[in-house]
């Protein structure tokens, strides 16, 4: 998905002026068009029911529930939107935690309107987001872990290479199936066994995972 139109957004976050700024830098944009907005978690999970949305911004300290609560309820089986975390936690737990919960990006508070508004539209082309810098911060977290140093030391077969290729640059399973000829349930499953392997427990880990090896070589 290189062009994207009439991108459907939900924010779910519990300070209502933030919220509106959000709003009003989504709405710079033609492309998305805000569909929802939820100050809390509860709601938000509703809303996301209810109405469908392509994306949703979610904010990681929400009064009655974790943003980590929220993203796990949202992350079901079944579920075809994308989430990003809005926060203003800069901490590798809550970054971690948050990508292993399933989410698709996460983006800091304090980035300049232009950037947050470019990171969206990363988002929306199914292609994982970062604010800059917490990609380092990921990678020195995953380097205190036990796992291998190369896709031949973790027994990856050629297909689960080209795939971590791919999910290196970001791409999303549906890209991914286009780009190799398979289809999007076979890239799911070559994914799971990578992960496994890799000792990861989220694409994002394995994204920069493959990054970092790509730069030592």
Do not use: C
Request: charged share 25%; glycine share 8%.
């Amino acid at each position: 998905m290189n062009a994207i139109t009439n991108f459907s957004v939900l924010i779910i976050d519990d300070h209502p002026l933030f919220r509106k700024g959000v709003i009003q830098l989504i709405g710079m944009a033609e492309e998305f068009r805000v569909i929802g907005e939820a100050s809390s978690g509860k709601e938000g999970i509703e809303q996301a029911h209810a109405l469908q949305p392509d994306l949703i911004l979610l904010d990681l300290n929400l009064k009655d529930m974790s943003g980590i609560e929220v993203l796990k309820a949202l992350k079901t089986k079944d579920a075809d939107w994308r989430v990003i975390m809005l926060t203003v936690s800069d901490h590798s737990d809550d970054l971690i935690a948050a990508l292993r919960a399933g989410a698709d990006g996460y983006l800091l508070k304090d980035m300049e309107p232009e950037d947050l508004l470019a990171s969206i539209r990363t988002g929306a082309q199914g292609r994982m987001t970062l604010t800059d810098g917490l990609a380092g911060m990921l990678a020195h977290a995953l380097r205190q872990e036990a796992r291998p140093n190369t896709p031949l030391e973790a027994g990856l077969t050629e297909q689960e290479t080209n795939i971590l290729e791919q999910v290196a640059t970001g791409k999303s399973n549906k890209l991914i199936a286009r780009e190799l000829g398979i289809t999007e349930g076979t890239v799911k499953v070559h994914i799971k066994h990578m992960l496994k392997k890799l000792n990861l427990r989220s694409r994002v880990e394995a994204a920069v995972w493959a990054v970092e090896r790509a730069g030592r070589s």
